[in-house]
């Protein structure tokens, strides 16, 4: 029976014995189910904060959708940001009730990527996001040692972080920063953050934002600063058995794997307890001198493009 009809909280569900992934026997029904059961846990980290999600539609590779569909209903929240990149006004929801997280799973969007920032003070971010992303076919142990790195790396300059798992390969660590904190100290202080932690091992983690760069280290990603976003704590992921983001203490990250947090797991782990908001140390000065120091450091992706222009240069020479 593939058209299934619910309604939760005046929300109409619709084919929810559908498979969500081709081959799997994970349905939209589980999709639903998961988010309304971790409701309480996943919408803090989404309120007030303009969203992105990943949305897998029947026979379609899976696609990001920033910008509100014209069939949104009127009741959810929602706010105008300008794209520079696309030259216009983007709508992107505000996902702050049940009903609106209801609304989107019955869209089919798995993954939910909220920005850095609320939609009251755009330029100030809540918190500073270092990506720890492992080489392709490489063991969670070797993101668990750089995650390692980048726990001393915070702890040497007075800092303190909580980790989580991306629900893909690696995992993210969130440092909550004192809501004074403008953007653009927040994304010098992060570079900075990166470097600190590649120093302590270079064999191990690199900033190489090139991937043919990297050699097999793992890549401590500076880049989620300004008008990023990041998956959310508790979303699912579009892989296999739907993966969730899933927050681990410090000392527990070598005894596990990302697949042991699914959409089937997940609600009996949090269910009298929020183990991020446990986590998330209180909101931090940033140091002067860790900004300044990142100051000094070029931004990745700027980098990243003149050089990778100077290389095509370089071969045009050669050639």
């Not at 089937?264 to 931090?284: H, I, M, S, Y």
């Not at 222009?309 to 071969?315: D, E, G, P, V």
């Given at each position: ?96 009730d049940r009903r609106t997280l209801l609304w989107f799973a019955n869209q089919r969007a798995i993954e939910y990527h909220p920005t850095l920032s609320t939609v009251a003070h755009p330029e100030h971010p809540t918190h500073l996001v270092l990506d720890l992303d492992p080489p392709e076919g490489e063991p969670f142990g070797l993101v668990v040692r750089a995650a390692a790195l980048v726990r001393r790396a915070l702890d040497d300059v007075g800092l303190a972080g909580a980790v989580k798992t991306s629900g893909a390969k690696g995992v993210h660590v969130f ?145």
């Open positions: 029976m593939s058209g299934a009809e619910e309604t939760r909280d005046g929300v109409g569900l619709t084919n929810l014995d559908q498979p969500l992934l081709a081959g799997g026997d994970v349905t939209k029904r589980d999709l639903v189910d998961y988010l309304d059961a971790v409701r309480e846990r996943i919408l803090p980290g989404l309120r007030d904060r303009p969203l992105s999600v990943i949305r897998l539609l029947r026979g379609q590779d899976p696609f990001m959708q920033k910008n509100l569909p014209k069939y949104t209903p009127d009741w959810v929240r929602r706010t105008s940001v300008w794209a520079e990149a696309s030259h216009r006004q983007v709508s992107y929801a505000l996902c702050d440092v909550p920063v004192d809501p004074a904190t403008t953007a653009e100290e927040a994304a010098a202080a992060t570079r900075a953050l990166a470097v600190h932690a590649e120093r302590l091992d270079p064999a191990l983690a690199t900033t190489a934002f090139i991937r043919e760069d990297r050699g097999g280290r793992v890549f401590v990603d500076a880049t989620r600063a300004g008008g990023a976003t990041v998956v959310a704590a508790y979303s699912p992921r579009v892989r296999p058995g739907l993966p969730v983001s899933f927050p681990v203490a410090w000392d527990d990250l070598d005894g596990i794997t990302p697949g042991d947090f699914t959409v089937r797991t997940v609600p009996a782990l949090v269910a009298d307890r929020d183990p991020w908001a446990e986590a998330l140390p209180a909101p931090q000065r940033l140091p002067a001198d860790l900004v300044a120091e990142g100051r000094t450091i070029p931004i990745a992706r700027v980098q990243a493009m003149h050089e990778g222009k100077r290389r095509a240069r370089a071969r045009r020479a050669a050639g």
